[in-house]
């Protein structure tokens, strides 16, 4: 029961994630349409870089901004959304395994390990942690 | 403090969601700066400063979310 209760806690979080990354999405398409229309209706302004001292033009940015839309915001968002799944199919991964953590019964753990745990749960999340972090972040080769 | 294109009082604006800001003319920047910097408050100047319509360029320090906007508005307005 608790399982499943942590599961639906992680499902809702991570659709919150994932709206948010939408909004994002969305909100700033606009906010490039509004830049646009402002520009088409005569608006001229220009941006300097404080740092470098680059001037950007209101003509220059406009022609930016569709590369910055249909290219950089929509690959972003798409990496975005990636990253909210790798994390929501790693903390779903823990979830499983610490409630059935026999499948990973095979494993050895140090004995410094075992005395410098509090209990079996903590020792049991180390090695939980320890075999995700194996399946992220080795190569495929291996 | 009194904005030097305008000749409005400088305020510190609190919409939004990424805390306050104070919107300030480039040209008065260092200034405004100073003002912060002695009485200690933290800040962040956007890289960037915008000219709309060919009026002066504008620069935002941002505050940040745990900024006390009163109390920094106290500072702008206590220095005229």
Redesign the interface.
């Given at each position: 029961m608790a399982l499943a209760v942590d599961i639906t806690a992680l499902r809702d979080r991570v659709l919150t994630d994932l709206n948010a990354a939408h909004d994002y999405y969305s909100d700033t398409k606009i906010a490039w349409s509004i830049v646009g229309r402002a520009i088409a209706e005569g608006?001229?302004?220009?941006?300097?870089?404080?740092?470098t001292g680059t001037v950007t033009t209101h003509a220059e940015l406009a022609g930016k901004s569709r590369g910055y839309v249909a290219e950089q915001l929509t690959e972003a968002t798409f990496q975005q959304f990636i990253t909210i799944f790798e994390s929501f199919f790693v903390d779903l991964l823990r979830l499983w395994l610490i409630t059935y953590p026999k499948s990973l019964g095979a494993k050895t753990v140090e004995f410094r390990r075992i005395l410098d745990a509090p209990d079996k749960a903590a020792i049991t999340l180390q090695v939980v942690n320890h075999e995700l972090n194996e399946v992220m972040y080795e190569r495929p080769a291996d | 403090m009194t904005d030097a294109t305008t000749h409005q009082r400088l305020r510190v604006s609190t919409d939004g969601t990424a805390g306050p800001y104070i919107a300030v003319p480039?040209s008065q920047l260092e200034e405004v700066k100073a003002l912060l910097n002695r009485n200690g408050i933290r800040y962040l100047?956007d890289?960037?400063?915008?000219?709309?319509?060919?009026k002066p360029?504008i620069?935002v320090i941002n505050l940040g979310r745990g900024a006390n906007a009163p109390s920094v508005q106290n500072i702008l307005d206590g220095n005229r």
């Open positions: 608006r001229t302004f220009s941006i300097r870089n404080m740092t | 480039v100047v890289e960037n400063a915008i000219s709309l319509d060919g360029e620069a």
